[in-house]
């Protein structure tokens, strides 16, 4: 079965800050992974996915992750954070698009 | 144009009623899908449609009816609602080689 757990509820950073976001996985085969991020009231844009190759991701709005087998982890960073980032960011796993089971999110708070 | 529309945005209801939320998309994707996300956030999915056809149906009650009249529109039809099935219902549609979801706005479900 696969599964995905975000160890952090709630993390709070200073604009201009860095901001790392942990998800780890469990899944039987080559994992499919996304990061999602959920503004308050919108729905889920796709912020970046790992497929194969370059275990190291680039996406949008200035955001990367880097995918380790070893440690069936898949964090999100940012290396200066902005105001605009506060919002709640799913991790997800599947094969493919299909199924995609989700993390419980984590809520990220930006401090002025 | 919005790529996945969802209609309505926010539905009140009384216990009981039987309601429909209809879901559209314009990217031409062959795979659909409903989520539910509860209070806290929590996305599990509900049913997913392969150019008209059930493919996946995880354990919802079987009060909930998924309708996909062409691969463009997935509807949610539920029937004798209930307190519980208040929540946050996101439609999604992907295709194989482009990569993540593309999600709707969500319709936010309060049953009172």
Redesign the interface.
Known sequence: AQSVTQPDIHITVSEGASLELRCNYSYGATPYLFWYVQSPGQGLQLLLKYFSGDTLVQGIKGFEAEFKRSQSSFNLRKPSVHWSDAAEYFCAVGARENKLSFGAGTTVTVRA | DTA?SQTPKYLVTQMGNDKSIKCEQNLGHD?MYWYKQDS??????MF?YNNKEL??NETVPNRFSPKSPDKAHLNLHINSLELGDSAVY?C?S???T?????????TRLTVV
């Open positions: 996945v795979t806290k956030k929590f996305l599990k999915i997913s493919i996946i996101f999604a992907s295709q194989p482009s990569g993540g979801y593309t999600f709707g706005s969500g």
